[in-house]
């Protein structure tokens, strides 16, 4: 696997609504602090999208079950980063590009980080490679704020009586992973918020809503 970084933190941010990623390891909570900012900023006011990858659209339903699935079985580390970015096209043109433009706060269970994280850094593919793949497929837009729930994989994983295809891979494989996702957030503090996914759920999502009241102005009320 290439140690090359990953690109610079540049990109293309929405000028209307406000787009919130979830990221980290499987079982660090990103789906109940998704659930639980929603509802809180529609309690605020605000118009609200709540999504996740992969398989938030009818496309990305298929191609989660193959990627997922352990009937897939072995697939080329290619092939996988491929789906895994079709996916996220698919995801970008049809649901988060058009909620952001109606002004939405849009939240997403994983996005981009998820594949730099393990597509990239998990498998045996040269990072920067993939992500060039990744930025490409998702027209380079990133989200405003990226909230990295760390938690060491023997904890997240422990969480699941069965597997998919991504959580049965081996630890070292996660831990990558999870290196990974740290990476990301060391090289772009300003779009990046990084909490210890031990801590109370409430506190999670008290740190989270203090670090996005800034970025609501470009969100719209209903």
Known sequence: MSTRPVMAPVGVYAGTGVF????GGDGSGKSTQSGLLGDWLEEQGYAVLCTFEPGATEVGRKLRTIVLSPETGEISDRTEALLYAADKAEHVDTVVQPALDRGEVVITDRYVDSMLAYQGAGRALDVA??????????????????????????????????????????????????????????????????????????EIAGRVRERLVPLLRQAVRR
């Open 20 to 23: 919130v990623c979830f990221e």
């Open 129 to 202: 490679e993939v992500e060039q793949v990744a930025r490409w497929a998702t027209h380079d837009l990133r989200p405003h704020l990226t909230v990295v729930l760390d938690l060491e994989p023997e904890h997240g994983l422990g969480r699941f009586e069965e597997r998919d295809r991504i959580e049965g891979e081996s630890m070292a494989f996660h831990l990558r992973a999870r290196e990974g996702f740290l990476r990301l957030a060391a090289a772009d503090p300003d779009h990046y918020l990084v909490i210890d996914a031990r801590a109370d759920r409430g």
